[in-house]
């Protein structure tokens, strides 16, 4: 009874399970029964497949095959094992030799002519084939500058079926590698467009330097979406493991640009505020596919118009703030992504926002009602809320010259050098991510610092959470004035950045 193994890579998230995919070919009536938990996608698999092993040339097997994919009770989603089932299914009939399977990895969608399509997340399957021990992988040909990235794995592309078949049989080469594209980002929009604004200014720069979440609340037109958005081009770029983990999210996403790869810039997403949960969090039918959250991993994650985006969303944000991952279970498990991102609101006072706030025409209770649906548990975990005023000159000249990027980016760099060399040996890179009991008890202030803060949380102004993100906030005002530790004052504007009236 004639048998053949091929290895692939299954994803849950961005978590690789190496599949092992059996091949037994018997006596009986010609059929093919796939079995080990296929979805629908993979189901039509063995139809697929057997119109390409014939359209390359190869015989396909006139009796009883039957396709076993291992571990079996861990569901299978895509089309990404069609080369692995041809190859094996080759095998068994010994139509090519087994011997560069083992140790071997093979990802790829067949058409029915032969073609070896690209299919989603070639980067996290292959880092996890290297964690498992696996050196050598066949990925479709438009795949290889996704693969290239992996380091300690050979990785060869093909165009089409018969090209692997010829590589089995030592007849040819596959398709080698180029070296990764470091092509230079875009440049990120200036801070020297938005004119005026300082206090809002300074709260980004902050936001950028601590990694802080941040508030806008202002009237239409004042700069709140133009801060937001150069606030990525304030951060450094990613470091090679955050650089992979994002890179990784949008490869399962299916938006990865094929040419240039590598993700170095921080992302900004920035939904609209009809976004489904599912679109925004994570989900959809089998396994989950990751949400906005995910994408803006490392990143920016900003709301424009945030109280439109209605609660149920919004506050469908607030473990995942805490938790810099999110966990999201269906009926075949439990998927993981990562989405620790910078988050960034803006909104208007009110519904009519005219652009003094003497034209306002709301009832004091719709705009009461217009600013509660943001909640106080979401508010609490936002460290720094600014209110921006209407401009009242539109000329340079009147309001001063707005700094650049480069000089702000400089300050912000510097301030985060000292974070992290502050925090190297925890594992943090920046303020936000330090632990309150840290910060309360290996690096307590003393008490005439913390005095303020005592007395907030005296009278219940801010809440225990709110208390622990005020430390981290102060932690970033000293960095950004070369301070060793934080002093009163920064506890006081840390404080400051909190003020409820600023929402």
Known sequence: MPLARAWSVALIGIEGRLIEIEADIGAGLPGT??????????REAKDRVRAAVRNSGEKWPETAVTLGLSPANLPKVGSAYDLAIAVAVLAASGCVPATRLLGTVLLGELALDGRVRPVRGVLPALLAARTIGYRRAVVPVDSLCEGALVDGIEVAGAGRLAEVIGWLRGEQELVPPDPPDLAMPPPAPDLADVIGQPEARWAVEVAAAGGHHLLMTGPPGVGKTMLAKRLPGLLPPLTDEDALQVTAVH?????????APLLRVPPFVAPHHSISIAALVGGGSGLAMPGAISKAHRGVLFLDEAAEFGGERLESLRTVLEDGEVRIARARGVVRYPARFQFVLATNPCPCAPPRDADCCCTPAARRRYLT????????????RVRMRPMTAMSVHDVGEPEPTATVRDRVLQ?????????????????AEVPGPVLRRDYALPAGVTRLLDRSLDRGAITARGADRCLRVAWTLADLAEADQPDADHVAAALEFRDRRAA
Do not use: I
Request: hydrophobic share 40%; glycine share 10%; charged share 30%.
């Open 415 to 431: 301030a985060r050098e000292r974070a992290a060399k502050r925090w190297a040996e925890r594992g943090w890179q920046v303020n």
């Open 251 to 259: 490869s399962v996403d299916g938006s990865l640009q094929p040419s």
């Open 373 to 384: 649906r943001l909640s106080g548990p979401l508010l609490d975990r936002v460290d720094l």
């Open 33 to 42: 029964k796939l079995v080990g938990l296929p979805d629908a996608g993979l």
